[in-house]
């Protein structure tokens, strides 16, 4: 069976290297270093989700996640946004109101839970 494709997009390389080791028995993992690189690296592989930061160099998370929306083919790939800064209440509301964000999580969340997060984000279970 083709294991599921999963995007990381995160500046800070020591998490993106977490995220890939817990991921990658389950997906198959590619990651970008910012926003930019995000957008081009999801609509080459048309992954099946896409985990995010907010604060990134050259495009926001929140940039990202319209750009995605905004073109036919990364329209409608989920997107789960962790975000390791404590910021206003207003941030998790703006990204809510993009369709293709299914979750917000802390940076903070146990990598095993981001896991969790990403099967039932994935397979709808």
């Known amino acids: 069976m083709d294991k599921k494709k999963v995007l990381v997009v995160d500046d800070n390389a020591n998490f993106s290297q977490l995220l890939q080791c817990a991921l990658e028995e389950d997906f198959e993992v590619t990651t970008a270093a910012d926003g930019l690189e995000g957008v081009k690296a999801a609509g080459a592989l048309l992954p099946d989700l896409i985990l995010m930061d907010v604060m990134m160099p050259n495009m926001s998370g929140i940039e990202m996640a319209r750009m995605l929306q905004a073109e036919e083919e990364?329209?409608?790939?989920?997107?789960?946004?962790?975000t390791g800064s404590h910021l206003d209440k207003g941030v998790p509301d703006l990204f809510k109101q993009e369709p293709n964000v299914r979750l917000f999580l802390s940076k903070t969340t146990p990598v095993l839970e981001i896991l969790e997060a990403a099967?039932?984000?994935?397979?709808?279970?």
């Not at 990364?74 to 962790?82: A, E, K, Q, S, W």
């Not at 099967?119 to 279970?125: A, E, H, L, S, V």
């Open 74 to 82: 990364t329209r409608n790939i989920p997107l789960i946004v962790l």
């Open 119 to 125: 099967k039932r984000t994935i397979y709808g279970r």
